[in-house]
């Protein structure tokens, strides 16, 4: 196995751009799923991750698939459903590999392309809103109707959409 810190340093570099190209933890970023340090977890996403796979030996996908998904989960509140787990951890485990058989030009090519892919950054834009039609110095007014009789105070509030959890992000592949 490459030893060297070095090399070490070239992994770490490789799971930083396999992280940093993925749109889930862009979005996640962007977003401010991870709160004001959104942009710190991820730096240190990177760390933990290039760790894991140092101390564990013949990670299988599975594992490294549940121990991000986890991760997301903690640190974004954010559930990964949009199927970029698999690829992402085959793009982490091929990274490994190819340092761990000292394979280091073809690990920085490796990196080379995932860096240019980080530039292509996932984007996720608000429909504009009639509001921003108007000036800035207009005063909004919103007119309310009085409910009607039929409805009392002590009804429940209706429940929540089915595939909405309270307090987290789904993120899912487009059909």
């Known amino acids: 196995m490459a030893a060297s810190a070095a090399s070490r340093e070239l992994f770490t570099e490789a799971v930083r751009a396999v992280l940093h190209s993925w749109p889930v933890l862009q979005i996640a970023v962007d977003n401010g799923f991870g709160g004001v340090f959104g942009q710190q977890k991820a730096d240190w ?8 796979f140092h101390d564990n030996a ?8 549940d121990y991000l998904a986890d991760l997301m989960d903690q640190e974004f509140d ?14 982490l485990i091929q990274a ?30 608000a429909p504009p809103s009639h509001s921003d039609e108007g000036s800035d110095d207009e005063t909004q007014v ?26 987290w992000t789904v993120v899912r592949k487009k059909k």
């Not at 996403?45 to 894991?52: A, E, G, I, L, T």
């Not at 761990?100 to 995932?114: E, F, M, S, Y």
Request: aromatic share 4%; proline share 13%.
């Open 142 to 167: 919103m007119e309310c109707e009085p409910s009607s009789p039929s409805v009392s105070s002590r009804d429940p509030p209706p429940p929540p959409p089915p595939d909405e959890e309270p307090g």
């Open 45 to 52: 996403m990177v760390d933990v991750v290039q760790q894991y």
């Open 58 to 65: 013949d990670l299988q996908r599975g594992e490294v698939e």
């Open 78 to 91: 954010t559930v990964v459903d949009d199927e970029s787990l698999p690829q992402l951890c085959d793009s």
């Open 96 to 125: 490994f590999l190819q340092w761990q058989q000292g394979a280091l030009h073809q690990l920085k090519h490796t990196i080379d392309t995932l860096t240019q892919k980080k530039s292509q950054r996932a984007k996720v834009t």
